[in-house]
Nanobody
Framework: QVQLVESGGGLVQPGGSLRLSCAASKDTIGSYAMGWFRQPPRKEREFVAVISGGGGVTAYADSVKGRFTISRDNARNTLYLEMNSLKPEDTAVYYC????????????????WGQGTLVTVSS
């Protein structure tokens, strides 16, 4: 079972940027699709972005399209989420996951999840 650890969260002003990282314990993460989800305060966890094992296929939630970019560095066993033009409604705990394919990752049915990192967008 792959272990995942997120980092990079924090407090940022509206319009600002942050880059989240998700470090994986296995050096075979290239065989996993990986995704980002978030859980805003008092709301359900929601899909943000997903990327295929090789990095060639990505998909985004409409709410972040054009502002967020998902990427991965398999040599470093790390997944990233570059977040730009942040809005107060992006405030949430952000989680990464790893799954055998994009569909499972995107559906939130992955077995491997990180513990989450808090992003707060506020002035």
């Amino acid at each position: 079972q792959v272990q995942l650890v997120e980092s990079g969260g924090g407090l940022v002003q509206p319009g600002g940027s942050l880059r989240l990282s998700c470090a994986a314990s296995k050096d075979t993460i290239g065989s996993y699709a990986m995704g980002w989800f978030r859980q805003p305060p008092r709301k359900e966890r929601e899909f943000v972005a997903v990327i295929s094992g090789g990095g060639g296929v990505t998909a985004y939630a409409d709410s972040v399209k054009g502002r967020f970019t998902i990427s991965r560095d398999n040599a470093r066993n790390t997944l990233y989420l570059e977040m730009n033009s942040l809005k107060p409604e992006d405030t949430a705990v952000y989680y990464c996951n790893a799954a055998p394919n994009i569909a499972i990752s995107r559906a939130g049915q992955a077995n491997a999840w990180g513990q989450g990192t808090l992003v707060t967008v506020s002035s």
